[in-house]
Structures are given as structure tokens and as C-alpha cells.
């Protein structure tokens, strides 16, 4: 397999890339799976709905990244009325998604330019972690409206297919894996219900394509299949796979259509070992978490901190800070305040 290989699953021949487009087109919703932190997968994912877009001026791009709630803001920011800066913290990225905006962008800005309509599919992670605490019972009623209105909690392939994911889950906040199973029911079904909702009102010119995480889309179940169980409809998955990609390409387990891509950057970048969200004063980020025997943890930064500078550089995002360190060097002037006070602090990046 080579790079730009495009595999058809269902027969096990590879594809043109105008042919493998020819076959997208026709449907009405194309999922196109990622890695989160691959950016050879947004490549690939960007190149493909720039093709579709070609075809089909009308596009509807549904991002699993953002929540339904966040439909005003992605309106407005499609219609210019916002900046980046601002975009970002009204839909709160470092919060609810949390991964580096970079790796976003260009589809973001292609549906920008283009005017392509972005939904935001997916349910609120707090009512989600609600739900792994303590079950779907456990909702007020109006948590309850924030997710699908139905769960089919009777699916025996996704039963089996979480399951799997609950072996190896931690389980520090999670009630049982009946609370698990419904949690992860919660982002699918709602995401599924988003799309059939719209497929419903954007008529059949419209094309929906979807940014998505592959695990959704997997095994002919997932999104896809909740989707469609709610409007009959036709769809194609698609997933990119690196050409060193250890397992079978050809699997149709993976997607109905594979794309052969290059080895994304190691993913192995500097890290100080925080979890961390933008400060609620909007000036620096906040420290939620230190991970132990960390960089900051050996540099005594507590939970609590709000990080301010990164050797001379201010940052107010999760990306700035993710940026500022793979800039930096091995040791690293960090900035922050704690209790009312300025401190600075040396971090050692292992090499």
C-alpha cells in the first residue's frame, strides 16, 4: 500500500481517487473518521470535503467536537461576525474538546470561506459524565432534554462493542458498566439524532458530511447505524490509515472505504503533564490536574495554578500553552499565579 491508495472494503480493490469521490457523492451523509491527534487524518478529511464541495456547493459539516448548544456561536463565526479568538472562547474548545485547535483549523476555515453550514452533534460532556455516575435515571428533566430522546439499550452489537471498551476503561467515576453503557450511548445516540433531525429538514440536495472520531463508525455501528435507524437513509464511511498501519487495511470492520496516509509527526511531543482549561479571569491557563512524577510536578506546579508565561510568551489557551512548549526548549520558564501571587518556576522537558 502507498500513500493515496483509497481501499473499497466491501471488495478489496483499490480505487481512483475520482472514482472513489464519484462513489461519496451520490449519498446522502459521508462520515469521515480521525484519530483526534492525527494531522494527516485532517489532511486526508479536508481534501475529501473539498472534493465533495466541488461536486455539491451545498454542504452541512456535523463535528462530533462541538455541542448542540453550541449552534449560535458556530453560526455566527461561519458568518464572519466573530474572530477566531473569540470563536474559540465562546464554545469553550479547551473544555469540551480540549485537543489543539491547529489540527482543526483548516476544515474550520474551509467551511468558513465556503459558507458550509457547521452542526455541532454532540451532547454536553457534563451531562454525559452525569450519566456515568450515575445512570440516565439519575437526570433531572432537564438534563434529560440535552441528550437523544431515545437509547436503544437492547442493541446487542453495541452491547458487545462497549463492552469491550468498559474492560479497559478506567472506572474511578463510573457507576457500573449498565451507567457506561448508557454514557457512551448518550454521545452516540445524540450525535445520530442531530443528524437524522437534519436529514429531515435540509432537504435531499444537501449533503451532511461528518467530522468524527473512527471508534464511532467502526463494525457498521456506531453513529452510522443509530442514524439510520431513526431516517432510512444511504451513507458512506470513510477512515484514513497510515501506510505502516500494522493490521489489515482491507478489513471492513475499519470503514467501507480506507485512505492510505503518511506517518502523522510522533505524537510524543513535550509535555508538562497537566490537565488543564482556560482561567475563568480569561488571563492564563488554569492547572485542573498534575499528573504524578511529571515535568511539573518535579516543578513543584500544583493543581490550582493558573499558568501565565512560557519563557517570556503569555498564553490564554490550552493550544498556546501546547505551542509554547513545543517551541521551547529543554528546560522552560514557567510563569504562574498562585494565591494573589507571581512565581517562576524552571520545568525539565525529558528529551
Keep these: 500500500m502507498v500513500i493515496g491508495d483509497v481501499v473499497d472494503t466491501g471488495c478489496g480493490s483499490l480505487l481512483k481517487q475520482d472514482e472513489f469521490v464519484e462513489k461519496l457523492s451520490d449519498v446522502r451523509v459521508v462520515y469521515l473518521g480521525e484519530t483526534h491527534t492525527s494531522s494527516e487524518d485532517h489532511k486526508a478529511q479536508l481534501a475529501v470535503l473539498r472534493k465533495l464541495q466541488e461536486k455539491n456547493p451545498c454542504i452541512i459539516v456535523g463535528m462530533e467536537m462541538f455541542p448542540r448548544s453550541a449552534q449560535p456561536v458556530l453560526d455566527r463565526y461561519i458568518k464572519g461576525e466573530m474572530t477566531e ?3 474559540l472562547r465562546e464554545v469553550q474548545w479547551d473544555r469540551v474538546w480540549g485537543f489543539p485547535y491547529p489540527l482543526y483549523r483548516g476544515i474550520i476555515d474551509f467551511a468558513r470561506e465556503k459558507r458550509l453550514r457547521l ?3 454532540n451532547a454536553p460532556s457534563k451531562i454525559v459524565s452525569a450519566i456515568a455516575r450515575g445512570g440516565l435515571g439519575s437526570l433531572s428533566a432537564e438534563e434529560r432534554a440535552q441528550v437523544a430522546r431515545d437509547f436503544h439499550l437492547d442493541d446487542a452489537g453495541n452491547r458487545l462493542r462497549i463492552q469491550k471498551e468498559y474492560t479497559v476503561h478506567g472506572k474511578e ?3 457500573s458498566f449498565e451507567a457506561f453503557f448508557e454514557a457512551q450511548l448518550a454521545w452516540e445516540e445524540t450525535m445520530a439524532e442531530t443528524i437524522a433531525e437534519q436529514l429531515r429538514v435540509g432537504g435531499e440536495k444537501c449533503q451532511i458530511v461528518v467530522i468524527v472520531g473512527k471508534g464511532h463508525i467502526t463494525g457498521k455501528l456506531g453513529i452510522p447505524y443509530f442514524a439510520g435507524l431513526r431516517v432510512p437513509h444511504e451513507y458512506r464511511t470513510v477512515a484514513p490509515v497510515p501506510f505502516d498501519y500494522p493490521f489489515s487495511s482491507f478489513d471492513p470492520d475499519i470503514a467501507q472505504y480506507v485512505m492510505i496516509t503518511d506517518r502523522s509527526a510522533p505524537p510524543h511531543r513535550p509535555r508538562l503533564g497537566v490537565r488543564i482549561q482556560t ?3 480569561g488571563k492564563g491557563v488554569e492547572v485542573l490536574d498534575v499528573f504524578p512524577e511529571s515535568a511539573a510536578a518535579k516543578a513543584d506546579i500544583r ?6 508565561q512560557v519563557d517570556g510568551t503569555p498564553v490564554q489557551f490550552a493550544e498556546e500553552l501546547q505551542e509554547a512548549v513545543a517551541a521551547g526548549g529543554l528546560e522552560l520558564t514557567v510563569e504562574i499565579e ?5 512565581l517562576s518556576t524552571v520545568v525539565t522537558i525529558k528529551e
Design 303 to 308: 493543581k490550582g495554578d493558573i499558568i501565565v
Design 279 to 281: 482561567a475563568a479571569s
Design 173 to 175: 467515576h463510573i457507576k
Design 338 to 342: 498562585r494565591a494573589s501571587k507571581r
Design 119 to 121: 452542526l455541532g452533534l
Design 85 to 87: 479568538e473569540e470563536f
